[in-house]
């Protein structure tokens, strides 16, 4: 990508696997927690708290692990060492948002990235290019930037 006149947008990319793992470890430590508090006299909340905290901290070790860059400028856009989309070689590029839910009290947005034209053949897939990206803050950035450097007419918020 063209260095200068870029937008550098952090992603967090968050797989179900790890949401999984971050609450099956969170249900085995709320049930160690509970047997040791009962079987335990002098026991109460403090191995509980200290089980939710490691949780809490492989929750954001996951976040931090899974968090990639995607760069957008003049010349297309780009996530370093995964792909590489020069605006030449688009022809349509759709913007996809919707809501994934984790659990029953948690969510994040999860954006889709859809282009048609030619680009990297690794992202093919039935007859287009996509990329999923699933994004924890607003998407107003993404579009607004998409906008800003993509040729006129090129980019479309589907929702």
């Known amino acids: 990508m063209v260095p200068g006149d870029a937008v550098v947008l952090r992603l967090d990319v968050v797989m179900r696997r790890v949401a999984l793992v971050g609450f099956v470890v969170f249900g085995g430590g709320g049930i160690v927690a509970v047997v040791v508090a009962l079987s335990t006299p002098g026991v109460s909340g403090e191995v509980f708290g200290l089980l939710s905290v490691a949780f ?67 992202l093919l897939e039935d007859g287009e290019y996509a990329y999923a990206l699933g994004h924890l803050g607003g998407g107003a950035r993404l579009y607004a930037a998409l906008t800003l450097f993509a040729p006129a007419g090129v980019v479309e918020l589907a929702e």
């Open 56 to 122: 809490a901290g492989l929750i954001l070790l996951a976040l931090r692990r899974s968090a990639s860059v995607l760069t957008l400028s003049a010349s297309g856009f780009s996530v370093p060492g995964v792909f590489d989309v020069r605006w030449t070689e688009v022809t349509r590029l759709r913007v996809w948002r919707e809501k994934r839910r984790v659990g029953r009290w948690m969510h994040w947005w999860h954006y889709r990235l859809e282009w048609t034209g030619s680009g990297p053949e690794v």
